[in-house]
C-alpha cells in the first residue's frame, strides 16, 4: 500500500514559469512530512520539514505547505538550477521505538531557460 | 569538509563476490542508516542503527548485514553478491531515533555483473 504518493512524475517547466509539487500521504498520526532535492549523483539534500496542518515554510523560490492529506511544493520563477528530482517523504515507525523516511518516487522537475 | 562519507562511490563486481561499503559521519549523530534506491529511484530502508545498536531491520535478505563499529561509521556488508543486487546504496545519518532531517551520503553505486 502506498503511503506516499507524488504527483506528476515529471515536470517541464520554462524558467520563470511557476507551478507546484504534489505529495499525498495517508499514514496516520503524521510525525513529519519532509522534502528533499536529489541531484543526479548526488544523495538527498534536506529541504523542508513539516509537522501539522496549515503550516508552511519557504527557502528561495522555495515554498512548502501541509494539509490534513497532502502537502505541495510551490515553485515561484524557477531557474535552470533548479532542476533536480524533488522527493517527499513521511515518518514510519518501526520496532523498538525506531523511525525512518518513507519515501514517495519523486518528481523529476527540468527546467528549461 | 563532507558531513556523511561513503567508500566506494562506485562498485562492479561479479556475481557471487562478497563486497562492503562503508560509511562515516562527522556529525556527531546518534542514529545511521542504510537505504537502498532501485533502477526506479525509488527509496527504501534497509537499516537503521542507533549507538551501535540495531534499530530497523527491514525485510532484506541475510546476505546484507550492517556492522557499527562505532556510532560514527555503520558498514554494509554483502555476500553472494546477484544480479538484483545492483543499486545504489545510501548511507544517511540523523541526530536521534527520532529521526528529524537526515543527512545523506552521495551514495555507492554497486553494479553486479
Known amino acids: 500500500e502506498d503511503q506516499v504518493t507524488q504527483s506528476p512524475e515529471a515536470l517541464r517547466l520554462q524558467e520563470g514559469e511557476s507551478s507546484s509539487l504534489n505529495c499525498s500521504y495517508t499514514v496516520s498520526g503524521l510525525r513529519g512530512l519532509f522534502w528533499y532535492r536529489q541531484d543526479p549523483g548526488k544523495g538527498p539534500e534536506f529541504l523542508f520539514t513539516l509537522y501539522s496542518a496549515g503550516e508552511e515554510k519557504e527557502k528561495e523560490r522555495l515554498k512548502a505547505t501541509l494539509t490534513k492529506k497532502e502537502s505541495f511544493l510551490h515553485i515561484t520563477a524557477p531557474k535552470p538550477e533548479d532542476s533536480a528530482t524533488y522527493l517527499c517523504a513521511v515518518h514510519l515507525s518501526h520496532s523498538n521505538s525506531g523511525y525512518a523516511l518513507n519515501f514517495g518516487k519523486g518528481t523529476s522537475l527540468l527546467v528549461t531557460p | 569538509d563532507t558531513a556523511v562519507s561513503q567508500t566506494p562511490k562506485y562498485l562492479v563486481t561479479q556475481m557471487g563476490n562478497d563486497k562492503s561499503i562503508k560509511c562515516e559521519q562527522n556529525?556527531?549523530?546518534?542514529?545511521m542508516y542504510w537505504y537502498k534506491q532501485d533502477s526506479k529511484k525509488f527509496l527504501k530502508i534497509m537499516f537503521s542503527y542507533n549507538n551501535k545498536e540495531l534499530i530497523i531491520n527491514e525485510t532484506v535478505p541475510n546476505r546484507f548485514s550492517p556492522k557499527s563499529p562505532d556510532k560514527a561509521h555503520l558498514n554494509l556488508h554483502i555476500n553472494s553478491l546477484e544480479l538484483g543486487d545492483s543499486a545504489v546504496y545510501f548511507c544517511?545519518?540523523?541526530?536521534?531515533?527520532?529521526?528529524?532531517?537526515?543527512?545523506f551520503g552521495q551514495g555507492t553505486r554497486l553494479t553486479v555483473v
Open positions: 544517511a545519518s540523523s541526530q536521534d531515533l527520532r529521526g528529524t532531517e537526515a543527512f
Open positions: 556529525l556527531g549523530h546518534d542514529t
